[in-house]
């Protein structure tokens, strides 16, 4: 950004050497004494060089913090121009330096039209600063990964099967892009005359597994030296690395150990608490309360509320921009109960996923409370990477044995096709020998979370408006 002058003193004494620019008017060589290119904008400093707008015209605040870095800026952050000798430049429009005063500069000078100089001049006296935002990501596993056609896993990619990364970087630009580039209007009282913020967010990744040998440390450091909100991760990265992990020695901490093997013993499956003998430390946190202890406000997209709760509410910097999904089914259940459906049978995965997990405990619960008949069977998986097929065409023929109104299939995208393709199979009129017993239950609900990008109804830009549909005895299982 250009400052401006410590010319016509610095001049006297002999120390500058003015060049050349175009009208005549001179670009200075050198910077004079004390000039080192540092400056404060909006409160932050950055070390521009002590070449900065010295020597000849150029683009000298081009991919420049804060104003130029962006994938949105103005456009006088491409244009030319060089501090000056003013009584070189009795032809070119002159500015003086907003934040070195005794410089000048000007672009005119330099052959940009007059108008930039005021344009400048106006976004820094109205600029109010940049929120630095940041991501610090698991690296994606295919365990992590909900849907069919996921993406791609590598040292590279982060975890998470919506691109948090790639959508946050698409709205930083489009609001940098607002008010001609100088980003967000923050009228704060005076609407005449808008202070303007905008946004920068840079993402980093630590290798899959690796919380508490990199991710911790990763994260404290990024959240303390530059972030100012944290874009946390979402769905399709490990919950436990989200929330809450802690390791707990029975020694060190008797009560925290002793719920901790309570817990455990309630039946509760991918704990983000682990009780061991001895420890070197007793409580590494995980990405959420790093932000806590970090003062930095941490914002993710996950939606069950242990994510959010476990082991305490008070967790005054951790915020989730999602709906309760504990809640997901109840309006489905609601519905079918007034339509007369008494029975149900619920399938669900527990794979680790707090998301499916707790949504399937959850309608359970919530099936049993409005008086249905309910069974329910839970999937599991060995290897941590592929569901089960026997286990999930177990829970399928329990769930047509049972032969219930309404059936519930909480679980991922593949998991959903294998389970489409076996009851269609199991349908009247169209079993084989080999599955004597059929049945058509009234009305099936799947939770519809894991459409992926490049499934037919995404592609034919069909719109799902329901996860609910009527599977009477004529009707086809809708494909995904």
Partial sequence: MPRASWGARALAFGL?????????????????????????????????????GMGHCAPHDSRRPPRCDGLAFPTWCELPWCYVEPSTCNGSAIEPSLVNPGLYYSYQACGADEAASKHFARDFESFAGRIRLCSVFSQTDASLVEVHSGPPTGA?????????????????????????????????????????VRFDYRYTIYPYGQWEAVGRNLSRNVFTNSCDVVVGMAQGCPDVEIALQVWLAPSVAPRMASACTAIAAAGFTGLPCTCRSSLNYPFPRSQGL???????????????????????????????VHLNSDNYSEPALLQWWLAGVRSAFVIYEDYGNYFFTDLGRSTVAAARARRYSVQHRVLTRADGTAFDPRVLNESLDAAIAAKPDLLVAIMRQPEWIAANARLSARRPGTATSQHSETHAFKAIWFQVSTLGPCSPRRRAGIRVLSAVWVAGPNAPLPAL
């Fill in 290 to 320: 790093v932000a806590n202890e970090t003062g930095r406000i941490f914002i993710t997209g996950r939606g069950p509320r242990r994510v959010r709760t476990m082991f305490g509410l008070n967790q005054p910097y951790f915020f989730s």
């Fill in 16 to 52: 500058l050497v003015a060049l050349p620019s175009v009208n005549g008017c001179q670009c200075l060589a050198h910077a004079p004494p004390g000039y080192t290119g540092k400056m404060t904008v909006a409160g932050e400093v950055h070390d521009y060089g002590a070449d900065y």
């Fill in 156 to 196: 590279s990619t982060p975890c998470g099967n919506s691109a948090t990364h790639l959508q946050v970087q698409a709205m930083v630009e489009a609001i940098n892009a607002l008010n001609d580039g100088r980003g967000f209007a923050v009228e704060g009282g005076f609407p005449l005359s808008p202070r303007y």
